[in-house]
């Protein structure tokens, strides 16, 4: 039976002070001045929206992500998350992340951040090569990354993430490991190493830059994946590396196919109405321009619709096997609403593949709600194969 999951909020600024050639975020560069409070206005007007539907319902993460968050001054992000806190309960030791690019914050500027309820920053750092954060189109330089780590551990932030990528244009195995190294160098609890990705509509499609050939992007991610786990971090999903207990609230409920709100320019969300027997997404108008002028009369929202029922299985797999744990069937049931019977076939075919284990599952037992003890869990040719495994619950 359909149940509400963990609600998370995700909040997004989408502003920064230039486009990266790689990026397909919706974020835009800053040519006028920052509508701050406009925004911050917005946004609170925004999250008065969806309340009715989550009435007493405790967030247990806030996410601010972009674009650039840190573009805005401690005084707004303090009167954002005040106007979070009057508004929805967050729950006791909610984890509040802030998305930080290295070039746009004055050092003392993370204490007042830490101050205003953050208690988690996540730093773009992408690369400690000079020459590499120029062809990314980066505003600041690997001395800058480097002290910005510092004044994130100096404001007190014991946990922190630091977003690297990989597989750069003309990256050599070792400079990719040389980045690795250098990150782990400041003790982060958590990582997220990201394959460069060319996509759609950005400058780097159109005009594509010399990547690494596909067996030393192959050679190189091992060799990264062997610095990590000697470092004591553990890959619980696909691109995510931490220490055990320092993974991300916020980023485990999406992939638990958790509640999340979405507001702000073009953000998403996913909540689930049990009443009503659906789970339903929303989509924010994407420009900061209607998002803005849409405050006016409270239509933030562009999109919204409930998740189909034979697309259910699917999303909640796809989201769900990215992480290397164990999965309760009831859980399953309880976040789809669906029976086990729904997704026999599939499952049956992923075992006789080799592609997952199941646990506690009886002949018999299909019909209706999964036993409380029955388990699911991808095996190490699932996490290989790890479309192949998801398509099975198209
Ligand atoms: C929204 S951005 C993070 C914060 C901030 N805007 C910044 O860039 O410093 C999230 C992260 O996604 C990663 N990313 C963005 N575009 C990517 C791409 N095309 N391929 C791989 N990773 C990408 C980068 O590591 C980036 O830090
Ligand atoms: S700073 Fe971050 S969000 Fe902005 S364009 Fe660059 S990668 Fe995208």
Redesign the pocket.
């Known amino acids: 039976m359909l149940s509400t999951p963990p609600l998370s909020l995700y909040i997004h600024l989408p502003w920064?002070?230039?486009?990266?050639p790689?990026?397909?975020?919706n974020?835009h560069?800053l040519k006028d001045e920052l509508p701050e409070e406009r925004y911050i206005d917005a946004l609170l007007a925004d999250l008065e929206v969806d309340l009715p539907r989550v009435w007493g319902r405790p967030v247990v993460s806030v996410f601010l992500g972009?674009?650039?968050p840190s573009l805005f001054s401690a005084a707004a992000i303090d009167r954002l998350l005040a106007g979070v806190r009057a508004r929805v309960p967050l729950a006791p030791g909610a984890e509040v992340t802030m998305?930080a690019?290295p070039g746009t914050v004055e050092h003392d500027r993370f204490e007042a951040y830490r101050a205003a309820g953050v208690n988690r920053i996540s730093l773009?750092i992408?690369t400690f090569d000079d020459a590499q954060l120029k062809k990314l189109?980066?505003?600041h330089s690997a001395d800058e990354a480097a002290s910005a780590i510092e004044a994130v551990k100096a404001a007190g932030f014991e946990r922190f993430n630091l977003d690297l990528m990989r597989a750069l244009p003309g990256q050599t195995i070792d400079e990719a490991v040389a980045d690795v190294e250098r990150a782990l160098s400041f003790g982060p609890r958590h990582l997220s190493h990201y394959q460069l990705t060319l996509e759609p509509n950005t400058v780097f499609a159109k005009h594509p830059p010399p990547l690494p050939p596909e067996d030393t992007v192959i050679d190189m991610q091992d060799a990264c994946a062997e610095r990590l786990t000697a470092a004591g971090l553990r890959d619980y999903e696909v691109s995510a590396w931490a220490q055990p207990g320092q993974e991300s609230i916020h980023n485990l409920n999406y992939w638990r196919f958790g509640d999340y709100l979405g507001i702000g320019a073009g953000a998403h969300g996913k909540i689930t109405l049990p009443a009503e027997e659906h789970i339903v997404r929303t989509r924010r108008k994407s420009h900061p321009r209607p998002y803005l002028s849409a405050a006016e009369d409270g239509s933030f929202i562009a999109e919204e619709k409930p998740i189909a029922e034979a697309e259910l299985a699917f999303e909640y797999f796809l989201n769900r096997l990215r992480l290397d744990e164990t999965i309760p069937l009831a859980e399953f049931s309880s976040r789809t609403g669906l029976s086990l019977d729904s997704i026999a076939g599939p499952l049956d075919r992923a075992r006789e593949l080799g592609l997952i284990a199941t646990d506690g599952i009886r002949a018999g037992d299909r019909g209706g709600e999964p036993p409380p003890e029955a388990t699911l869990r991808r095996t190490e040719r699932g996490q290989r194969f790890l479309n192949d495994l998801q398509a099975l619950f198209l």
């Open positions: 920064c002070v230039a486009k990266c790689y990026c397909d975020f974020s560069a972009g674009g650039t998305e690019n773009g992408q189109g980066r505003i």
